[in-house]
């Protein structure tokens, strides 16, 4: 019997926001009308999700307004460009090293995400997560378009228990123990739920609940990027 290792994608697996880095790329790329305003929505969203307050799906909606009518395939290369771009930039190399001595074990990996599926896809390919084994935010596509729509419930906050459990009822095996890393106070739900919580550069709320339940802390540090 093997065990389960879930892990969250932004500021835990990767130091930074994808979603945050994604909202640059569209404004260097001239999708949006007004890059400030665009940025400075973006912001604003940026410090109601630490605080814990954040009007998620308002925030899906916002991030692929500029996307609406654009053909999922014709994205393609765009968002593995980008996630290579993140995964070379952003990895934690801590992270690396989690993935790898879980996956030596003979643990089962798992990488849930608030941020679109879209982004997330991509990005958990190249840090090692089968892709039946990444849920994202999924977005709506008609007719190979997207609609600026996702689907509910979000993977963000008990979102992220609803598809946990969904996937597991998909596998052929159970699991003996199950650990979560996270940086954030919003998968506390999860973080509950599993037999280990492992709170990765917690956020100061998470950091509390952390010290209450006397769950592992880690710190991780991004490498400096020297430019030569």
């Known amino acids: 019997m ?6 969250d994608l932004d500021h835990t697996l990767i ?6 880095e994604w909202a640059k790329y569209l404004c260097d790329q001239e999708l949006v009308n007004n890059p400030k305003t665009f940025m400075a929505t973006k912001e604003a969203y940026d410090r109601a999700y630490h605080a814990g307050e954040v009007d998620m799906l308002g925030f899906c909606h916002f991030i692929l ?20 771009f993140i995964v070379k930039n952003f990895t934690y190399p801590e992270s690396h ?37 990444i849920i994202g935010v999924q977005s709506v596509k008609e007719n190979g378009k997207l609609t600026g729509g996702v689907i509910e419930p979000l993977s963000f906050g008990s979102g992220k228990v609803h598809y946990y459990q969904q996937w597991l009822q998909k596998q052929s095996v159970a699991f003996e123990q199950s650990t979560f890393y996270s940086d954030s106070i919003n998968d506390a739900p999860l973080l509950k739920l599993v037999d280990k919580a492992i709170c990765v550069n917690p956020d100061p709320k998470l950091a509390l609940l952390a010290h209450d339940n006397t769950w592992e802390v880690r710190s991780w540090q991004q490498l400096e990027i020297v430019n030569s």
């Open 2 to 7: 093997s065990d389960i290792a879930i892990f």
């Open 15 to 20: 130091s930074v926001d994808c979603s945050n």
């Open 65 to 84: 307004q500029p996307l609406i009518g654009h053909n999922e395939s014709s994205l393609q290369n765009t968002l593995k460009d980008f996630a290579h």
């Open 97 to 133: 090293q989690a993935i790898k001595e879980h996956v030596a074990k003979g643990d089962q990996i798992l990488l849930i995400s608030a941020s679109l599926i879209d982004l997330v896809r991509p990005i958990g390919l190249l840090l090692g997560f089968d892709q039946e084994n």
